[in-house]
């Protein structure tokens, strides 16, 4: 419904006619694609790249090969002599990150499945985002974009799709969805399955282009437009490296590093399906107006105590359980840690009457992976409702509502490492002849490490704090003096 406003907005109709003679006037020309077949590509930031028959006959268009004649930095050329880089280029560019980031979210992303459909559509976008630049790129953008029409036809596109794109981006969403490029796409192009998606596939991939959700059967389909137009998306990987590579300035970042680490995670079936999604904006707006989440609980060894009577302490299952982790992928500064936190607690049961178990609780959690801390998010919700249900409490928060803080365990991998010279200036000193640092690790992550729950303001923190304590410390300890830390009249 969204769609249909903005496109039969009088705005856009205006503006529309405009770009459906232009699109005609590129496509008008003998453009024959069936001898088209798949290329590889070598570039200098990704190397070699395959694209497909479908994507090389919408390369070698008309319409797209107007993007060499558009510089992709305008006039920075007259400074930097070498940056004479086009948008041609820099879109291969895109959509060759787009292809190495989509298969590494297809290998990093547990229990989610990205359907080749949405990849494609995602290279479709990376291809076709820059199709609307101007002459000069961004300088010409910075005239026509202020143009009295054409910041009402941005307006259209905020109240429609809650999103005001930038200017070549509102053109590009235009261009692609004229009549005269959808049918140019449906009748030349072997895009796959392209019959089946007619309907919806240019609506798609214009909300992806402009930084817009795609919405459909009552999901949100935030990473498809995420990887086009977000954060940390496939446009800036690229022309932060190509801008700086051929300006001759050493501006980089680790590329693998960013696409060892990215992941989808499915928060409609498998994490929280039925406690709703969490609005962004309005977690924005409760930032920036300071509504921020209050402490409701402390866990640490100076403030928790024992109320077990019979602390019985398998060792040899504690081991079996360091070795399970270990195959589950624990590195080995991980299990080190592990092995030093398990060692400090030892040595502490020798010499305390009834210990704390404190270590044995935390071991769970202290490196704890981010799918365990949604289900200990999880878990405490259900745990804090029931509370609540309780005490007779109507409940009117939902699960962002509540924050685990549990950090990561502290560990110094560089200890032996060789960092300066002795007084004889003969022989590197390590960090270890300073201090022991595997020992002082051991001995933070044991005394001074100390996990948090927050709750917003919609949850009555002394009851959030009752949860917390059953919850986490699972009736084997309490909290010393909770109205101490907690502040509570």
């Not at 933070?444 to 917390?468: L, Q």
Request: charged share 25%; aromatic share 12%.
């Amino acid at each position: 419904m969204d769609i249909a406003t903005l496109m039969n907005s009088s705005e856009y109709k205006r503006i529309e006619t405009d770009i459906e003679s232009f699109v005609k006037e590129k496509l008008s020309h003998d453009y024959n694609v069936q001898q088209i077949t798949g290329k590889t590509i070598h570039d200098p930031i990704w190397g070699s790249i395959e694209y497909s028959d479908w994507e090389m006959q919408l390369i070698d268009s008309p319409l797209f090969q107007r993007l060499r004649d558009i510089n992709q930095v305008g006039l920075a050329m007259l400074t930097y002599p070498a940056a004479r880089h086009s948008r041609f280029e820099h879109s291969l560019g895109v959509a060759a990150a787009a292809k190495k980031m989509c298969e590494k979210i297809s290998s990093n992303s547990a229990k989610f499945n990205f359907e080749q459909e949405d990849k494609d559509k995602v290279y479709l976008a990376a291809l076709l985002h820059d199709i609307g630049h101007g002459f000069f790129s961004h300088l010409s953008e910075r005239i026509y974009g202020e143009f009295e029409e054409f910041q009402s036809l941005l307006n259209v596109f905020n109240n429609t799709l809650k999103r005001r794109p930038k200017a070549h981006e509102a053109l590009a969403f235009i261009i692609i969805n004229t009549q005269t490029f959808r049918k140019f796409f449906f009748d030349k192009i072997n895009y796959p399955n392209k019959n089946k998606c007619q309907n919806y596939l240019f609506s798609d991939v214009g909300k992806m282009i402009i930084g817009s959700n795609i919405e459909k059967d009552n999901r949100v389909y935030s990473y498809l437009t995420a990887i086009i137009n977000g954060p940390f998306d496939v446009d800036k990987l690229d022309y932060i490296k190509r801008d700086s590579h051929t300006a001759g300035l050493s501006l980089s970042y680790d590329m693998e590093r960013l696409f060892t680490k990215v992941a989808v995670h499915d928060m409609n079936n498998n994490t929280f399906p039925e406690y709703g999604m969490l609005q962004l904006k309005d977690l924005a707006s409760k930032i920036e107006h300071r509504q921020l989440p209050k402490r409701c609980f402390e866990i640490s060894h100076t403030n928790v105590e024992s109320i077990c009577t019979n602390t019985s302490f398998d060792l040899k299952q504690q081991c079996k359980n360091l070795h399970k982790k270990f195959e589950e992928g624990l590195t080995v500064e991980e299990l080190q840690s592990q092995i030093e936190m398990l060692t400090s607690y030892l040595m502490r049961s020798t010499t305390r009457e009834n210990p704390v178990l404190y270590d044995l609780l935390m071991s769970e959690l202290r490196d704890a992976t981010f799918e365990q801390l949604l289900d200990l998010r999880k878990g405490f919700y259900d745990a804090l409702v029931k509370e609540y249900k309780e005490a007779g409490r109507n409940v009117n928060f939902g699960i962002f509502d509540v924050y685990i803080i549990f950090p990561k365990s502290v560990h110094y991998g560089a200890a032996e490492e060789d960092v300066i010279l002795g007084r004889d200036n003969d022989k590197l000193l390590k960090i270890n002849d300073f201090v022991n640092l595997d020992d002082w690790a051991a001995s933070f992550n044991s005394n001074k490490w100390r996990g948090y729950v927050f709750v917003s303001e919609h949850i009555d923190r002394t009851i959030a704090f009752k949860a917390a304590e059953k919850f986490i410390l699972k009736g084997k300890a309490k909290v010393k003096n909770p109205k101490a830390y907690l502040k509570i009249d």
